[in-house]
């Protein structure tokens, strides 16, 4: 009678038909992400998932090794599916870590955040590999990887086919118990604690990174700060703040879409007459940090060096001078220093006075190419419109 071969564990066949899925839905959307960034998002998500399956799966073999090949397989052929699987693991672990290495290098700083939820670093790698035959080298390594896997995919279902029908004693059936026959359970499993506690521990340590490094040294804001407010007239601050009735807004497009964000943390120095305009003065100070717009993306694409930089420059100093009243309300410049930049605007407002209470209603139009912002990935304002326009609205009490 003819021996039956055992099926693999459940947990191997879980792995393999997930990272099977996973993988013909990442080809796929390779070729159809161009432009969309909801799906070059995903793609990095999945890419940065199937790298940690892969890790677990080799953690897994290793503890539970695969039923043995057909004894009837000849010698060449089982040479041939040794080749094949380790080319499977190879490419599994190559590609994503190649895409990892090409966001990481890349002029273009966009934030990694694995399903709208993770931030994820990008990895310190070394110059050279930001140079452009570096990153084409693996950017060829990374496209053209994936036409190799589709090959071994191939390769893989017909050996699979091939020996299921061919009367021996396949392999379909130790993956697919119950529908291709049923082979003998497998030993008992283990190695559950080092397959996925070593995937998952340094899954963990690897997203801590950008909340480790994402406290702000503020040396140089703080120096460009007080090298300005030097030249500045004292403030006697004479209106406060409420500042729960208060918002600064921000509203811009990015791909055709309008997005609009709030800082949440911020404070205004108010010393402003109504009957003396030329000794008003306000000084506000925001933490850019605290800018939402509304998706994680966005929010780490803002913190990141080539937009507000706030491990740098953790506040923007905004002081306002210059009040001139209108036939509808009021103007005054806006002194905006942001990062190293330092840049004059028009700032209009209007201002409800009911006795003690006053209601402020302004707005200004900002050009984010003024202060150097997004200039190396976006500089023709392809993507992120050059114009930003800043709205406030806020409440406050003369003392």
Request: glycine share 8%.
């Amino acid at each position: 009678m003819k021996k039956v071969s055992a099926r693999y564990t459940t947990v191997a066949i879980i792995l393999h038909w997930v990272m099977a899925a996973l993988i013909l839905f990442m080809i796929w959307l390779g070729w159809n992400m161009d432009g969309n960034e909801a799906r070059y998002q995903l793609h990095k998500s999945i890419g940065i998932t199937l790298l940690f399956l892969t890790v677990t799966r080799i953690l897994w073999r290793a503890a539970n090794p695969p039923p043995p090949l057909p004894e009837e397989m000849p010698a060449h052929e089982k040479l041939a599916s040794h080749l094949v699987h380790m080319a499977f693991y190879g490419l599994m672990l190559i590609l994503p870590l190649a895409g990892w290495v090409l966001v990481s290098t890349s002029k273009f700083k966009v934030p990694t955040v694995l399903f709208g939820s993770i931030s994820w670093p990008h990895l310190p790698a070394p110059d050279f590999l930001r140079g452009e035959i570096a990153h084409t080298i693996i950017e060829t390594i990374h496209s053209k990887g994936a036409w190799l896997l589709i090959i071994l995919l191939v390769l893989h279902v017909a050996g699979a086919v091939k020996h299921e029908i061919g009367g021996e004693d396949g392999v379909l059936k130790k993956m697919l118990p119950g529908l291709f026959g049923k082979p003998a359970a497998p030993k008992t499993a283990r190695g559950y604690v080092r397959a996925f506690g070593v995937s998952a521990v340094a899954f963990a340590l690897i997203a801590l990174i950008p909340l480790a490094t994402s406290a702000p040294s503020g040396s140089s804001e703080s120096s460009n700060n007080d090298s300005s407010a030097t030249t500045d007239a004292p403030l006697e601050p004479n209106w406060d703040v409420n500042y729960d009735a208060s918002e600064i807004r921000f509203t811009g497009i990015y791909d055709g879409n309008e997005f609009t964000g709030t800082f949440g943390s911020w404070t205004a120095d108010v010393e402003f007459y109504p009957d003396d305009l030329a000794s008003s003065q306000v000084l506000v100070m925001v933490e850019t940090a605290t800018a939402d717009a509304g998706k994680k993306l966005y929010n780490d694409s803002l913190k990141g060096p080539e937009w507000f930089d706030t491990n740098t420059f953790p506040t923007a100093r905004i002081r306002l001078t210059d009040f001139q009243e209108t036939g509808e309300g009021y103007t005054a410049d806006a002194v905006i220093t942001l990062k190293t930049e330092l840049v004059t605007i028009p700032l209009t407002f209007t201002l409800d006075i009911d006795g003690d209470t006053a209601r402020l209603d302004a707005s200004a139009v900002m050009s984010r190419k003024a202060f150097n912002l997004g200039q190396a990935s976006d500089p023709a304002a392809t993507w992120v419109g050059e114009d930003i326009t800043v709205t406030v609205t806020g409440t406050a009490t003369r003392k």
